[in-house]
């Protein structure tokens, strides 16, 4: 071979090499344009999750269901007719500083019709009955003054009012047990009375707490109402209690030791004076007397320090955070589109059927709970909430806030997507009448509805062995969520029900919020917290109503009495353990008391429905959190909803409630009766029943409570429970379910059947980064904080 043939040779090969690099390049090329337009168009066809073929419509109605809460449309006629020719028998003016003395609209809510005229219209498609509203109006102009409640209708645009008399009742309502107002505030420790505090006081303030209620700059003192302590809560007129604490954020962190008590004239109510004071864990008459005897030095003197640091739950910062810790949060998707559907205060989900309402009164409910088409419960709502504390301060040795008094509903504070409710939740607003404008107030984000996925199996088998059949069956309990926090003072309460995909509604309330504490004075009540802090022992209890309804009004309360039973032959003994039905004859049988040693499972049911081995088709009630305010009968800090944990009653239309907003001071007389529900012990058997449940917790502070109370250990549930009622678990109709099996139990090597419901081709979704930048538009939307309406 020649030089030449050689060079040619390698000119080939160079030519190969270059053409094979640049077919590599091309299929590269060609691969990573098909990738990245497989994307593009992947990113096209998928949807953002939770985006499509939504059905919620939460506007507000023009024709709002029996259920429905006042709408803003309702309020405005009410207030129009309110304040027009037809009512001038009310001499209503509107509330400002000086209306203590005069007739004023303190607050309105729907007034729910007789139970039997709904379910006329509901289920037998009846005409609606008339949209009516209770009204509390103040009557300072009366003497004695006075509160009075109106029935006021037809919504929207009212033709009368009716005073409402409810038989066993105070009628009126007297002055001294009325709920607080903002207008009472102005009154008591209002800018007027602050003022005087601080030049009467000025020196005992300073040299104490170094700090004053008026012109303080930095350091200043705030003044909150606390409950009459039960030693001092004798007398028949109206008094109000405050406590001194620091004004700065985690108020009730920093208290210091003064309190000051209110009283208002019996006659006329616009005049409030100062009826005592406690300083230093002394009582005073009046406040020169606390000034004469500071001066004389003849009483001990308290000295405390302007407090240096604010409780703060941010990172303490001491300690660079791993990579794994700086990561987001696992977040919930919805990647079909929402399971729910809302229309107005109507939610459909999966086989439930309900409507839901925020009452001002007495906070979030549910009416008219359908079950695969049947509706079980006519109501399940919450009542009332109390708070227990104790304490060796003078003034406040045994305070109970009763909540009701602050009207619980106008207290559910926005709920802050992902933190409170998933981002996913659909946000509801809440519409109210409130005293001091005449626009309704709206409650912005007040309830949340959401459908959550707890990780947690609903139920599940994996069965062990190819003989058990070699296969795996379970679900994930997803379920659907409505939730409502109610902030109080210091206290926060998250109230759930929730809907789970086997017939059980469940009822949680979760306890979080800051502490409320009490100077350190020798407490034998609480843990020192801090240098100066005790966080006293207290005890929550929440009252609801549930108004069974098992296949329609006639029903039964059994219980089934687990008990021990001895067995067999002389020589061989043993212990079985049975049940005993005990059918409850009267109201006053179905009173219970919590005993460990009794376990007893709670039945409700129509008698005529039986499945076909004749059992009862019932619904069982659970109370998983026993709490019990055991105080004696004579005790005057017990509330008649405490003393059981269950109380059954014939349903009538004047026992609507438990309590009543005027709870928190009418203890020796009370408005609202419920010891009289069952005194008269009617009937249970075959009769429209009401059930009451008492659930709570106790709470002995400690320092893990600074700076916030944890929800983790604070739940208090029950559940409603479907027993014998289907004839399996219903949930097995959810597409939830997974299933495995083998294709050949004997011979596994011929695979596996997977039965679930997998993504639909066409289905993907994204999510959307989450910020709450969206919600920063409207700062006082965001925390309506500012809107000084609410009365703690
Ligand atoms: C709820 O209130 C917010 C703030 O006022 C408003 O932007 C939103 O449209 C309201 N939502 C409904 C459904 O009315
Ligand atoms: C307060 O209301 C009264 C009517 O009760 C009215 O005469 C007075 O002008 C009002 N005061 C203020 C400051 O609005
Ligand atoms: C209460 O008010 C009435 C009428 O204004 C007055 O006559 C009476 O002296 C007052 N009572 C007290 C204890 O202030
Ligand atoms: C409440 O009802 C009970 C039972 O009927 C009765 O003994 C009591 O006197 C009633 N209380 C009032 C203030 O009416
Ligand atoms: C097991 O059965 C399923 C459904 O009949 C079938 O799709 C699958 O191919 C089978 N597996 C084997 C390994 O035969
Ligand atoms: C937050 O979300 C909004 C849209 O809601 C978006 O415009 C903004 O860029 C986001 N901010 C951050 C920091 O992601």
Redesign the pocket.
């Known amino acids: 071979m020649g030089e030449k043939h050689r060079r040619q040779i390698g000119q080939w090969r160079c030519v190969t090499v270059t053409l094979l690099l640049v077919c590599s390049v091309l299929v590269i090329a060609i691969m990573a344009v098909a990738i990245i337009k497989n994307r593009y168009l992947d990113e096209r066809s998928a949807r953002l999750c939770g985006d499509e073929d939504s059905v919620i419509d939460i506007s507000e109605p023009e024709y709002p269901s029996v259920f429905h809460d006042l709408t803003s449309t309702e309020i405005r006629g009410l207030r129009r007719y309110l304040y027009s020719e037809a009512a001038k028998d009310l001499r209503l003016v509107k509330a400002n500083l000086t209306s203590m003395g005069k007739s004023f609209i303190y607050t309105a809510d729907i007034h729910l019709t007789d139970k039997i005229k709904v379910l006329f219209h509901t289920e037998m498609g009846g005409e609606r009955p008339p949209r009516e509203a209770k009204v509390i109006i103040f009557r300072g102009d009366a003497r004695p003054p006075t509160v009075e409640e109106y029935i006021v209708g037809p919504l929207p645009a009212p033709s009368y009012h009716r005073l409402l008399k409810v038989e066993n009742r105070p009628n009126p309502i007297p002055n001294a047990v009325k709920p607080y107002s903002l207008t009472e505030l102005d009154a008591t420790i209002g800018v007027k009375h602050l003022e005087k505090l601080d030049s009467d006081l000025a020196e005992i303030l300073l040299e104490s707490y170094d700090a004053s209620f008026t012109n303080c700059k930095k350091k200043c003192l705030t003044l909150k109402f606390v409950p009459l302590s039960a030693e001092m809560d004798e007398s028949q007129s109206r008094r109000l209690l405050f406590q001194a604490f620091y004004d700065i954020k985690h108020y009730s962190l920093y208290p210091v030791d003064l309190m000051v008590l209110f009283k208002s004239?019996?006659?006329?109510a616009s005049?409030y004076?100062i009826d005592r004071l406690f300083y230093g864990n002394q009582e005073f008459k009046s406040v020169d007397d606390l000034q004469d005897k500071y001066i004389e030095g003849s009483i001990k003197k308290s000295s405390i320090s302007y407090p240096s640091l604010t409780a703060s739950s941010k990172p303490s910062g001491d300690k660079p955070l791993t990579k794994e810790a700086r990561r987001r949060h696992p977040r919930l998707v919805e990647p079909d589109g929402k399971r729910y559907k809302i229309s107005h205060r109507k939610v459909d989900y999966m086989q439930w059927q309900f409507d839901f309402r925020l009452s001002p009164f007495t906070g979030p409910a549910l009416f008219d709970i359908h079950l695969k088409k049947e509706r079980h419960a006519y109501e399940v709502s919450l009542q009332e909430i109390a708070a227990f504390y104790y304490a060796s301060n003078e003034g406040a040795k045994t305070s109970a806030f009763i909540h009701g008094s602050v009207l619980l509903g106008t207290h559910a504070k926005p709920l802050i997507p992902g933190a409170d409710c998933p981002e996913t939740a659909t946000f509801i607003n809440s519409t109210f009448m409130v005293e001091k404008s005449d626009d309704p107030f709206v409650a912005h984000r007040s309830m949340c509805i959401f459908e959550q996925y707890t990780g947690t199996p609903l139920r599940r088998h994996m069965a062990y062995a190819t003989a058990e059949g070699g296969f795996y069956e379970g679900m994930a309990d997803s379920s659907l969520v409505v939730r409502t926090i109610l902030s109080i003072a210091n206290n926060d309460y998250i109230i759930d029900y929730i809907f789970h995909q086997n017939g059980i509604l469940e009822t949680k309330v979760t306890s979080t919020g800051f502490l409320h504490g009490s100077y350190h004075h020798n407490n034998r009540f609480g843990h020192r917290l801090r240098d100066d802090l005790v966080g006293n022992l207290n005890h929550r209890l929440f009252n609801f109503k549930v108004d069974l309804d098992v296949f329609g009004t006639s029903n039964r309360y059994q219980t089934l009495d687990i008990l021990s039973k001895k067995a067999g032959s002389k020589k061989n003994k043993f212990t079985q353990q049975v049940y005993r039905y005990d059918l409850k004859q009267t109201e006053s049988e179905s009173g219970y008391i919590y005993n460990y040693d009794r376990p007893k499972y709670h039945l409700f049911y129509n008698n005529k429905m039986k499945d076909k081995f004749f059992n009862p088709r019932a619904m069982r009630l659970y109370i998983q959190s026993m709490s019990n305010l055991r105080l004696p009968d004579d005790d005057k800090t017990s509330l008649p909803w405490a003393q059981h944990q269950i109380t059954v009653t014939q349903y009538k239309p004047t026992e609507e409630f438990s309590s009543s907003p005027y709870a928190q001071f009418d203890g020796e007389n009370p408005v609202v009766n419920f010891t009289q529900y069952s005194a008269d012990n009617e009937n249970l058997i075959d009769k429209d029943l009401v059930i009451w449940i008492t659930v709570g917790m106790y709470h002995i502070p400690h320092t893990e409570d600074i700076p916030l109370t944890s929800t983790v250990d604070k739940q208090s549930t029950f559940y409603i429970i479907p027993f014998n009622y289907f004839p399996r678990d219903p949930s097995v109709d959810s597409q939830d379910g997974i299933r495995v099996q083998y294709n050949n139990s004997q011979n596994p090597a011929d695979g596996v059947l997977i039965e679930s419901h997998e993504e639909l081709p066409g289905h993907r979704c994204i999510t959307t980064p989450f910020n709450l930048t969206a919600l920063t538009d409207n700062p006082d939307g965001l925390l309506q904080s500012k809107t000084k309406w609410s009365v703690l």
């Open positions: 004239n019996e006659t006329d005049v004076y």
